[in-house]
T-cell receptor, first 116, second 113 residues
Framework: DVKVTQSSRYLVKRTGEKVFLECVQD?????MFWYRQDPGLGLRLIYF???????EKGDIPEGYSVSREKKERFSLILESASTNQTSMYLC???????????????FGEGSRLTVL | GEDVEQSLFLSVREGDSSVINCTYT??????LYWYKQEPGAGLQLLTY?????DMKQDQRLTVLLNKKDKHLSLRIADTQTGDSAIYFC?????????????FGKGTKLSVKP
């Protein structure tokens, strides 16, 4: 079964801490994404990557950075966590575009982060 | 900016049909998608429709596409309590197939027994 795995389902951190959210996919997908989901705001794209060592800013990149050293792994980093970063974080992956690709996104189960 | 619109809540009785509506923005979108999110979980693809189709049926699910009005709908026949979830409509950024999608805010479907 294809899978996107987010290492932590629930985290509680303190303001100012550095936070790493890890995501691994086993589908050999080229593209990986990080979203945050908040009530009433839906999903908002933070960063995405179409290749190893490549990253692109999404709609709300401020306060976040990412790392993609290997194809299967995409990490989201909060350099100094703040209370307004309390949210559900969703990782997703997809195949490269073109051909018969339907552009489907495969999601992980989510990481719920609380910053106190 | 681009915005995918859908109503936030829908409540139906078990056994009734549910219809969730969505308007999207890019007429060149190749595929349009419906995702389902159950409580505490990530999103799962429920179904998609290719832009040259008007309708797609898959068991209890029917997707209707009106390209002229940029309107997409999802009908769930014989709705069950297990269908209670948030349903997201999505379209590709720039109409492409890289998986970079714009999502609506989600419609929370509540099914009453």
């Amino acid at each position: 079964d294809v899978k996107v795995t987010q290492s932590s389902r629930y985290l509680v951190k303190r303001t100012g801490e550095k936070v790493f959210l890890e995501c691994v996919q086993d589908m050999d997908h080229e593209n990986m994404f990080w979203y945050r989901q908040d009530p009433g705001l839906g999903l908002r794209l933070i960063y995405f990557s179409y290749d190893v060592k490549m990253k692109e800013k999404g709609d709300i990149p401020e306060g976040y950075s990412v790392s993609r050293e290997k194809k299967e792994r995409f990490s989201l980093i909060l350099e100094s966590a703040s209370t307004n970063q309390t949210s559900m974080y969703l990782c997703a992956s997809s195949r490269a575009g073109g051909g018969t690709n339907t552009g489907e996104l495969f999601f992980g189960e989510g990481s719920r982060l609380t910053v106190l | 900016g681009e915005d995918v619109e859908q109503s936030l809540f829908l409540s139906v009785r078990e056994g009734d049909s549910s219809v969730i509506n969505c308007t999207y923005t890019d007429s060149s979108s190749t595929y349009l998608y419906w995702y389902k999110q159950e409580p505490g979980a990530g999103l799962q693809l429920l179904t998609y429709i290719f832009s040259n189709m008007d309708m797609k049926q898959d068991q209890r699910l029917t997707v209707l596409l009106n390209k002229k009005d940029k309107h997409l709908s999802l009908r769930i026949a014989d709705t069950q309590t297990g269908d209670s979830a948030i349903y997201f409509c999505a379209e590709p950024v720039w109409g492409g197939s890289q998986g970079n999608l714009i999502f609506g805010k989600g419609t929370k479907l509540s099914v009453k027994p």
